[in-house]
């Protein structure tokens, strides 16, 4: 089926103030902030009816219109399992601990169809979340991909952080 969905949303308080691309992307069927500059550059999303650039700045009440076309929220039916090899850290009833290797796609998206961490954990027999087009997948609550150890600007890919304590001690 193809079509498009026409999703349109009042800006809230909370989100007066934020760049166009970063509130498109919040909304759950568009799904990412890149996805939404995407559908920005391409003259699907309106604001109170007028096109802006993806840094514009949204107000409170303003209207946003996205047109998302189906296959930005596919039903998932076509995602396949593949045998990715994906290091089981831990894993019970209720939770999965995986050692993502570095470079691996984790979600399906335009350009990455297959080979991803979803495809991999589909292999395993799991698979979850309410979307079936973006499985339930949660990071690392300690992930720290963009922060240095001083607390600002990016770190480089790959340096490690000093250690903030010293582990020989116990006390």
Known sequence: MSGRVVIERPVSAEMAGSRLDVVVGAIPEVGSRSRAEVLVAEGLVLVDGIARPRSYR???????????????????DDLTAEDIPVPIVYEDVWLLVVDKPAGLVVHPAPGHAGGTLVNALLNHGLAGGEEGF????????????????????????????PLRHDPTSCR
């Open 58 to 76: 949204v107000r409170e009440g303003q209207v946003v219109r996205v047109e998302v076309p189906d296959s930005a929220h596919d039903s998932g």
């Open 134 to 161: 973006r499985p339930g997948i949660v990071p690392s609550a300690g992930q720290r991909r963009h922060q240095r150890a001083d607390g600002g600007g990016q770190r480089r890919r790959g340096a490690s952080a």
